[in-house]
């Protein structure tokens, strides 16, 4: 009712609705028929296309089907354990390409095999990391990397410990053992000081056979724009430094300006990444470093080549270091094509928008009869890792589609996930995700957090806000 074309006036509005009330015809002709319902359960959109399958699936015995819906289940439970996880990894090759151009074609000639320059793969890096969390506020990380240049190697293992202590803010205990920097101990806090300006500290202690190396990091950061972040940070220990930065992030294009003092380095660093609107997601980009060190140009491209997978390759060419080649692979699990997540976000825009007026009328009955008012709500990843630092918060505001739920002074959410909910969609996809709430019955304010995947029923006493708080 609330999508039906009838029920407005405003051209736009009607063709916004005449869009939705489509999408929920044509899944109540799916659902209202049993032999399409099962198949849907088992197989989705795609089970329902006739080209896209044999005849003889949609003609399997209730028993057929049960035992194969039981087979998915358990697929599903798997992927879901594998979300949860939050696996991440990244193989790294460097390739020294310096013989290309450093030697001169008369050379060749008096070189046996000269024609052919020495080209090597002088190093490479590997890591892998994954997340279990614990409580809905308790996650263990464990993390660990191998590495080798120049034919010599070594690898570490890290375990953490990360609670979030508050809306505003987590702690990390970190634990750490190899054979570069031998066994480490560490503690990192974030905080949200402001709306725009957020602070970050680390402290460590590193235990080799040369002693105790203690050393700390300390980050500011805060939003100057919409789109640009501008950071300052202080890092003292074997290498003590001051680095301040600023990065600025749009749809398609990505740009850093850096400046560092410090032991033994200090540099300044400029660089440019252009984002393609495509399907594939290319990007180019270029850098150029100067300091002590010397002086250092990079370029390259990455670019998606399946679900999961970035390929890219970046070109060095320094003085005095000479000319090196990286080619990366970056896994990248639970990534959904940018055009989905637009399409399912001016669905969901669009649904807001329908809902303006039933919304208004919810209100005022719920006021008349001091029953359920949705203040505030939002839905998605609160706490951001600190090493996607320059990444906005990724919630979305929800309270109007939350109101129009709202039946009798009541609001009840099963154990689906949320983002399917009318005037929702998935802002962080993969991620962990929760919806939190802050609303008001009887008179007296109430907040909840509720994790994905879990039931919501409103009003309940323990979400009560007592007034010393």
């Not at 039933?358 to 939002?378: D, P, Y």
């Amino acid at each position: 009712m609330l999508y039906h074309p009838d029920k407005h006036r405003d051209p736009e509005l009607k063709r916004q609705a005449e869009q939705l009330f489509n999408l929920v015809h044509q899944a109540y002709e799916v659902l209202s028929d049993p032999q399409s319902r099962a198949i849907y359960d088992i197989y989705g959109k795609r089970g329902l296309d006739v080209e896209g399958w044999e005849v003889v699936e949609r003609k399997r015995s209730p028993v057929e089907i049960r035992e194969e819906f039981e087979r998915l289940q358990r697929e599903r439970e798997e992927r879901r354990l594998q979300q949860r996880t939050n696996p991440k990894g990244m193989i790294s090759v460097g390739v020294d390409a310096t013989d290309l151009f450093d030697r001169y074609e008369e050379d060749y000639e008096d070189v046996p095999g000269g024609g052919f320059p020495h080209v090597e793969i002088n190093k490479m890096h590997i890591s892998q990391s994954i997340e279990a969390p614990l409580t809905t506020s308790d996650t263990a990380v464990l993390s660990g990397s191998l590495s080798t240049h120049n034919g010599n190697g070594g690898g570490n293992i890290n375990v953490a410990l990360r609670r979030v202590t508050s809306a505003k803010g987590w702690g990390e205990v970190e634990f750490g053992a190899g054979d570069t920097h031998g066994p480490l101990l560490g503690m990192k806090i974030f905080r949200n000081l402001t709306a725009r300006c957020f602070v970050t500290a680390q402290c460590g202690l590193h235990f080799s056979s040369r002693g105790v190396r203690p050393g700390c990091t300390t980050m500011l950061a805060r939003h100057l724009d919409k789109n640009t972040m501008g950071y300052l940070q202080w890092r003292w220990g074997t290498q003590s430094s001051m680095n301040t930065s600023i990065v600025r992030d749009t749809k398609t294009s990505h740009f850093t300006l850096a400046m560092q003092l410090g032991i033994p380095h200090s540099f300044m660093m400029m660089s440019y990444q252009y984002k393609f609107q495509d399907d594939d997601q290319t990007k180019v980009k270029g850098s150029i470093k100067a300091g002590f060190f010397g002086t250092v140009v990079e370029y390259g491209a990455e670019r998606k080549i399946s679900r999961h997978s970035v390929l890219g390759a970046t070109v060095s060419v320094g003085v005095p270091q000479g000319v090196s080649l990286k080619i990366k692979d970056l896994e990248k699990h639970r990534e959904s094509s940018a055009s989905d997540i637009a399409r399912k976000r001016q669905e969901a825009e669009s649904a807001v928008l329908l809902m303006q007026e039933s919304v208004r009328r919810i209100i005022e009955t719920e006021e008349s009869k001091m029953g359920l008012i949705i203040l505030n709500a939002w839905y998605g990843k609160f706490v951001t890792d600190n090493s996607q630092k320059h990444e906005r918060a990724k919630v979305i505001d929800v309270t109007v589609p939350l109101q129009c739920l709202v039946k009798d002074s009541k609001l009840i959410l099963t154990e689906a996930t949320k983002s399917g909910l009318p005037g929702f969609y998935d802002p962080c996809v993969g991620e962990e995700k929760s919806l939190k709430l802050l609303y008001q019955f009887r008179g007296v304010m109430h907040q909840v957090l509720s994790p994905e995947g879990e039931a919501l029923r409103i009003p309940k006493q323990s979400h009560r806000i007592d007034a010393d708080t």
